[in-house]
């Protein structure tokens, strides 16, 4: 299941969430992919299985993109065939899986002209003695007690309805309580949660990164490989086999963890790659957003405010491309939703990232990901970047106004904003000290524009534009490509233009 699973999973009749003027229709779609070695590439890293396309978007101001209209023409459901996790891939599949590993390429190529060396990936307090390894977390199985809109039955034909494994992460952390179950039907976009692929993916994403070449070979390989076992186990459906499995993950993990296999592995990182990152922000999302969709409901097209969501795969291009962010650096997200890209800036980049929302039931939700997020860290034993959640008008907030000056990247949403919001905002943007990047949806500086006598005192003087374009499927409201801004604050010509404008009256 993809990062975007919750987007799409309720079927309830909610339309976009308000946030700041004008209605901009989101249509989901998703993606689904962990760590680059900066200082070698020797140890091999692999990308893990691939998620199916159709599992793929997310919306980050409004969660609008959770939840279904009641007129949307409803999908055809099937029953699943019981027993099966399905590995295979149509040819759509292979293509998406063809332009994923271009993107990947591109953002491994990108990691080692710009290393990070002050980024540590390894959390030391959940690998340290003295942590107990027990805190609160959403398990696995309490998804479908807590999941009211989906009916779930055993993995498997024959396996007993209460059927519960503990999984092992990399940390000395707490396992993870699995039901083996699955949805009585599910929708041919696999947006239901599914016990035994998670695990299934889990195992993939530890192997992939957070083993030596050695063991994972040992790990993955087709005869005894963990993956491929409990995939037998499952095609067997043998409770007894999937159940062996699994423990014998656990004493593996355990044994190489207990030898300082995995925290060699992790200290030799300095950085984490999107499809790690898209896993553990999916199974916050999982856990915490995508069941508290009935509490978005109250929120009405016309009230004030909509828009949609940048995607993982754009918004880790922002980070690593476009902004060049370093861990040492400040994030801020203006209008952040449920608090999606704060926590994947967070996480993949290991900078301090604050967010501010305005609407309550969001700000809950967001607060109860962010929970979620920081268990999830710990259980991977991943270092987060300091998170800063905040409620309230962006414009207004004491927070916000205090953080701004020191922000390196600031990402504003403004598909749907008003002009005269983007013109306040223009005017917040003079507090932002020099270089600071703006990523936007709209152009803050009217095109055209140039420094004159007249115009002399504007903001727009002090911010030098380049205007981008986007791929497809990156942004939730459309799966067509189109264009976005980075503004770069640089009062090096207003100062110049100035300067040459008081010489000449001086004559």
């Excluded at 060396?117 to 199985?141: C, I, L, W, Y």
């Excluded at 593996?252 to 499809?275: F, T």
């Amino acid at each position: 299941m993809s990062f975007n699973y919750l987007l799409k999973k309720s079927s309830a009749s909610t339309q976009s969430l308000q946030i700041r003027k004008e209605v901009v229709t989101t249509k989901p779609t998703t993606r689904t992919n962990p760590l680059v070695h900066t200082a070698s590439r020797s140890n091999g890293l692999q990308p893990p299985r691939k998620q199916s396309k159709h599992v793929q978007d997310k919306v980050r101001r409004s969660p609008s993109h959770i939840v279904k209209k009641e007129n949307d023409i409803t999908r055809k459901r099937r029953t699943p065939s019981q027993g099966l996790v399905n590995f295979s891939s149509d040819d759509s599949e292979v293509e998406d899986e063809e332009e994923e590993n271009g993107s990947r390429k591109k953002l491994k190529a990108e990691l080692d002209q710009n290393p990070d060396p002050k980024r540590q990936v390894r959390n030391k307090t959940a690998f340290s003695e003295d942590d107990e390894g027990m805190f609160s977390m959403v398990h696995a199985a309490d998804i479908p007690s807590l999941d009211k809109t989906t009916k779930y039955i055993p993995s498997f034909e024959g396996l007993p309805e209460n059927t519960q494994v503990s999984l092992q992460y990399p940390s000395p952390s707490q396992r993870e309580r699995y039901l083996l179950m699955q949805p009585r039907t599910k929708r041919s976009d696999n947006n239901d949660f599914n016990a035994l692929e998670d695990i299934v993916h889990v195992m993939h994403q530890v192997i992939a990164h957070y083993l030596p070449l050695s063991q994972r070979e040992l790990f993955d390989n087709d005869a005894t490989g963990y993956p491929k076992r409990l995939h037998r186990a499952i095609n067997r459906k043998s409770e007894r086999e999937l159940k062996t499995v699994i423990r014998d993950w656990n004493d593996a993990l355990s044994k190489l963890r207990s030898e300082g296999v995995i925290s060699a592995v992790l200290d030799e990182y300095h950085s984490i790659q999107p499809d790690l990152v898209e896993r553990i922000l999916s199974q916050a999302c999982a856990r915490t957003v995508s069941l508290g969709v009935k509490s978005l409901r109250e929120y009405e097209n016309g009230t004030d405010n909509v828009y949609g969501e940048l995607l993982p795969r754009f918004v880790s291009r922002i980070l690593r491309e476009d902004t060049h962010l370093k861990s040492d650096q400040t994030f801020v997200d203006l209008g952040s939703g449920v608090g999606n890209v704060v926590l994947q800036a967070a996480l993949e980049i290991g900078c301090e990232s604050w967010g501010c929302e305005m609407m309550k039931n969001t700000c809950d939700l967001a607060e109860q990901q962010q929970t979620e997020f920081e268990a999830r860290c710990r259980l991977w034993g991943l270092a987060a970047g300091d998170i800063h959640l905040e409620r309230g008008d962006f414009l207004s907030n004491k927070a916000i106004a205090k953080i701004l000056p020191k922000a390196d990247v600031v990402l504003v949403n403004n598909q749907a904003f008003t002009p005269q919001l983007n013109e306040r905002l223009t005017s917040l943007f003079l507090d932002l000290k020099e270089g600071c990047r703006i990523v936007s949806l709209k152009s803050f500086v009217p095109a055209g524009h140039k420094i004159s006598a007249r115009n002399l005192y504007s903001p727009f003087n002090v911010l030098e534009v380049e205007q981008k374009e986007y791929f497809s499927e990156c942004v939730s409201w459309t799966a067509a490509p189109g264009t976005y801004y980075v503004s770069r604050k640089d009062s090096r010509k207003i100062k110049a233009f100035a300067a040459r404008n008081e010489q000449q009256s001086s004559f």
